[in-house]
């Protein structure tokens, strides 16, 4: 989550909550009253509050009624969060059922962070070893059963041979065990699970 929040209260104008997002180049805000969350302002919502580009009023006029409009008067009030000891899983879970793009994070009733999409996708280049130097080495397991893992780390471990990350990936009925190697240890990696009875599958 991002723990650095950037918040307005309820009588906040739209037009300041504008400025705000542009300077911390953001697109949602929590709404608190007494440190306690009751509602969210986005991008999207200010959008859709604004007259139509069909509508006669001019650009003044566009702008005096953002600086009239409180966010109170066209923030969503019914907010989704998540809890900051739950899993990321279930974070993403949230968002996709309500098809939000944000969630509040929540602990002992106080709104300690948010999450947004691009920590999600963050997290998982985290998890995936993207950036770091290295090769990703496949490992198809046709059937899985208790113990690869194991058996994975007890071989590479008896050759002095180590991955930066482990990542299993479900495939139809396979799965999938993504390793992120170093270079120079990638040919022996390959070997030695080659050679343990592991189905190594070409990376494109």
Same mark, same amino acid.
């Given at each position: $989550?991002?723990? =650095?929040?950037?918040?307005?209260?309820?009588?906040?104008?739209?037009?300041?909550?504008?400025?705000?997002?542009?300077?911390?180049?953001?697109?949602?805000?929590?709404?608190?009253?007494?440190? =306690? $969350?009751?509602?969210? &302002?986005? #991008?999207?919502?200010?959008? *859709?509050?604004?007259?139509?580009?069909?509508?006669?009023?001019?650009?003044?006029?566009?702008?005096?009624?953002?600086?009239?409009?409180?966010?109170?008067?066209?923030?969503?009030?019914?907010?989704?969060?998540?809890?900051?000891?739950?899993?990321?899983?279930?974070? &993403?879970?949230?968002? *996709?059922?309500?098809?939000?793009?944000?969630?509040?994070?929540?602990?002992?009733? =106080?709104?300690?962070?948010?999450?947004?999409?691009?920590?999600?996708?963050?997290? /998982?280049?985290?998890?995936?070893?993207?950036?770091?130097?290295?090769?990703?080495?496949?490992?198809?397991?046709?059937?899985? #059963?208790?113990?690869?893992?194991?058996?994975?780390? *007890?071989?590479?471990?008896? #050759?002095?041979?180590?991955?930066?990350?482990?990542?299993?990936?479900?495939?139809?009925?396979?799965?999938?065990?993504?390793?992120?190697?170093?270079?120079?240890?990638?040919?022996?990696?390959?070997?030695?699970?080659?050679?343990?009875? /592991?189905? &190594?599958?070409?990376?494109?």
């Amino acid at each position: $989550m991002t723990s =650095r929040l950037v918040v307005v209260h309820p009588d906040t104008t739209v037009s300041v909550a504008i400025d705000l997002m542009k300077r911390n180049q953001i697109h949602r805000l929590p709404v608190m009253s007494d440190n =306690r $969350m009751v509602g969210l &302002i986005t #991008h999207g919502i200010i959008q *859709r509050a604004l007259p139509s580009q069909a509508t006669s009023l001019s650009v003044y006029e566009t702008n005096y009624l953002l600086t009239k409009t409180t966010v109170a008067q066209i923030m969503e009030t019914h907010v989704q969060t998540v809890a900051a000891t739950a899993q990321l899983e279930t974070a &993403i879970a949230t968002m *996709r059922h309500h098809k939000i793009g944000v969630l509040p994070v929540v602990a002992h009733d =106080r709104v300690v962070g948010i999450i947004t999409n691009n920590d999600i996708l963050d997290a /998982f280049l985290n998890i995936a070893g993207y950036g770091e130097p290295g090769v990703v080495t496949r490992v198809v397991v046709p059937h899985d #059963h208790v113990g690869v893992i194991f058996k994975l780390g *007890r071989v590479l471990a008896e #050759h002095n041979l180590s991955i930066q990350t482990l990542m299993v990936v479900n495939h139809q009925a396979e799965k999938i065990v993504e390793l992120h190697v170093a270079h120079d240890q990638v040919a022996p990696v390959n070997q030695v699970l080659t050679a343990a009875g /592991f189905e &190594i599958q070409a990376v494109d």
